[in-house]
């Protein structure tokens, strides 16, 4: 819908531009004005970066559902779903970027790597996920590039360079290249389980964080992303598709039913990780579970990660949501941002135990804050740039990319 | 290094020295003393736990840096190279003890009072180099990177003591090789009243504590 992507487009500026301040104030001053510090060493941009590489990896994970295993239904919503997962990744890199301290030293992780290393890795897997998405999205536009690039002007020419000399042709080099995008989807599959499951590992393989050293942990991170990214592609097929919900209502309505089977397994980990460690009590394992239920931020854990991400969508999705897309487009849009907080309660209950008991009040400084997080302002204000930007790109992208994949069917 | 915990008498001398001879920015210290206080008041007594960094044999940190900037040298000590860590943090979150710290470019004086103490633009000698300091040069390292105790290695090189050996008003604290079997560490660090701390890890720390 067209008004919808400029108002997204409108909103993405305007973030953008007030979250520039932010980025100038990082690329400046450093990292003297964030919250966290070394007790907490992972705070607000951690939670992004897992938050958006997971959304990636979830809407890519559907879009092979249509182009690797042949769910024509959900076809019309496969571009849409590379592209996000694309846009999504590419946040994700600036959100894990900006957290570096020595930002340009980034490519030391290509240059002198370590095979030690869960998050040398992830790092590895998530470039060649990059080029994968980018040849993926190519393979399947093409056509479309050619065929636009005849409409002239400075579009056309846009066109023209994004095709890269392809010349258009007919049914059979469609067909062509929708065989490319199934091996490359095919490929990507495994990838995707690779680089999101590794990011799972990054944290599960920290014996010194009880909270998150369990085999569950990489598999939750799995069935949260397919359960978050499902929910944002439920959402934008109902309401960024052209005519989506009335259009497609039987895509929508089946992506939401799809998503009910993710959102079911998620919360069951959830209940089973949760069950066990408050039974026990070993803080290690007791603390960070109890201090996410009742502790104060317990309002991310019951308002976002239970009431948003979960309970709110299960209900619509099991009653109005089989019959109105609008009602499983919203309940998709109310657990993706819902996600937000249970990505928050993955990294943060991380720190919520002492490394050895009394250690938070041997010494009193800046930074040195034991338990204790909020978020500066200057990290907010950087978040607010590295999604403003990602809006602004999945808007113009959305304006400009040949995105709808059943146009031909249509005509 | 073999720290007898009934000769400690929590006076901090060992945190202020290292703080002095490190040149440590607010945030980041190589060296806590952890209280523990047992009873209830006003029956109350109190127990000490020096830590600097164990110098584990096998560092959960050193695996999981992904650019090899934190490595474990021959002689044992875990160093940073400052021109290598990206900071990423990953080796404080994987480190059981809390002995890393990430230095976020912070300042004692400099914005906070009107004047500048010279203490804030002093030089630190990590690693036997010179790192200069200077609110102007925010992205020098060893800003931006994590950064722990080594032992004071520009000490050692030299044939000194590190800071919070020297400087221990009970001689609490004993520094030498634990392979060379003569040597004062090696026969305490057999004593049958000896503790590491979180031995379950698999870290093999090699800092003892005489109980």
Redesign the interface.
């Known amino acids: 819908m067209r008004k919808l992507v400029i108002f997204i487009l409108v909103v993405g500026l305007v973030t953008l531009a007030v979250g520039s301040f932010g980025l100038f104030e990082r690329l400046t001053t450093g990292l003297v004005k964030v919250g966290w510090g070394s007790p907490i060493p992972w705070a607000l941009w951690v939670v992004f970066y897992i938050y958006f590489i997971g959304l990636s990896a979830g809407s890519f994970l559907v879009s092979s559902l249509i182009y690797v295993f042949g769910f024509k239904k959900f076809e019309a919503v496969g571009r849409l779903s590379i592209f996000t997962a694309l846009v999504s990744l590419l946040t994700a890199m600036v959100f894990i970027v900006v957290d570096l301290g020595h930002m340009e030293r980034a490519f030391f992780i290509f240059i002198r790597p370590s095979f030690t290393s869960p998050l040398a890795w992830i790092v590895w897997l998530y470039t060649a996920y990059f080029f994968l998405l980018l040849t993926e999205a190519w393979f399947l536009m093409r056509q479309d590039f050619a065929r636009l690039s005849r409409t002239g002007g400075l579009s056309g020419r846009l066109y023209r360079l994004l095709a890269l000399g392809t010349k258009e042709g007919g049914e059979e080099a469609r067909n062509q290249d929708m065989k490319v995008v199934k091996v490359l989807g095919a490929i990507g599959v495994p990838l995707a389980i690779a680089f999101h499951g590794g990011t799972g590992t990054v944290f599960a393989v920290s014996v010194a964080r009880a909270y998150w050293y369990s085999g569950l942990f990489p598999l939750m991170f799995l069935v949260s992303a397919l359960a978050s990214g499902g929910a944002l592609l439920t959402a934008l097929a109902a309401f960024i598709l052209p005519n989506g919900y009335r259009l497609h209502r039987d895509l929508v309505i089946g992506l939401g039913q799809l998503l009910i089977i993710f959102l079911g397994i998620d919360m069951l980990m959830e209940i089973a990780e949760i069950l066990v460690s408050l039974y026990g009590i070993a803080p290690a394992h007791f603390i960070p579970i109890h201090d996410q239920l009742f502790g104060p931020n317990w309002y991310i854990f019951w308002f976002l990660g239970v009431g948003c991400a979960l309970i709110l969508p299960l209900l619509i999705l099991l009653t109005i949501g089989r019959k109105s897309a609008v009602w499983t487009g919203l309940a998709g849009l109310i657990s993706a941002i819902g996600f937000v907080g249970v990505r928050w309660n993955i990294v943060l209950p991380g720190f919520a135990v002492e490394e050895l008991p009394g250690i938070g009040r041997s010494f009193f400084e800046p930074h040195w804050t034991y338990g204790l997080y909020v978020p500066s302002a200057m990290e907010w204000r950087v978040s607010l740039f590295a999604i403003g930007l990602a809006l602004t790109v999945f808007a113009l992208g959305n304006l400009l990319l040949p995105l709808e994949s059943a146009r031909r069917h249509e005509i | 290094m073999v720290i007898d915990l009934k000769k400690c008498v929590g006076c901090n001398a060992c945190?202020i020295a290292c703080k002095a001879e490190n040149k440590t920015p607010?945030?980041?210290?190589y060296h806590?003393?952890?209280?523990?206080e047992i009873g209830r008041y006003p029956n109350v007594t109190r127990r000490f736990?020096p830590?600097p960094c164990l110098q584990c044999q096998h560092p959960?940190c050193v695996?999981?840096?992904?650019?090899?900037?934190t490595y474990k040298r021959a002689d044992g000590v875990v160093v940073v190279d400052y021109e290598?860590?990206?900071?990423?943090?990953?080796c404080?979150?994987?480190?059981?003890?809390?002995a890393?710290?990430?230095?976020?470019?912070?300042f004692y004086t400099v914005g906070k009072t009107p004047t500048v103490a010279e203490y804030d633009l002093t030089p630190s000698f990590d690693y036997g180099r010179e790192w200069k300091r200077s609110p102007d040069h925010?992205?020098a390292?060893p800003?931006?990177?994590?950064r722990k105790c080594h032992f004071c290695l520009h000490r050692l090189e030299r044939g000194m003591l590190p800071a919070c050996i020297t400087t221990c008003i009970g001689g609490a604290r004993y520094f030498g090789d634990l392979n060379d079997g003569d040597s004062l560490v090696a026969k305490q660090a057999a004593s049958p009243h000896v503790m590491r701390?979180k031995e379950e890890?698999?870290t093999e720390p090699s800092v003892y504590y005489l109980l």
């Open positions: 945190t607010p945030g980041v210290t806590v003393v952890i209280e523990e736990l830590r959960p695996r999981v840096c992904p650019v090899n900037a290598a860590c990206i900071g990423c943090r990953y404080l979150v994987a480190c059981p003890y809390g890393r710290s990430s230095d976020l470019g912070e925010r992205g390292s800003m931006g990177n994590a701390l890890l698999g």
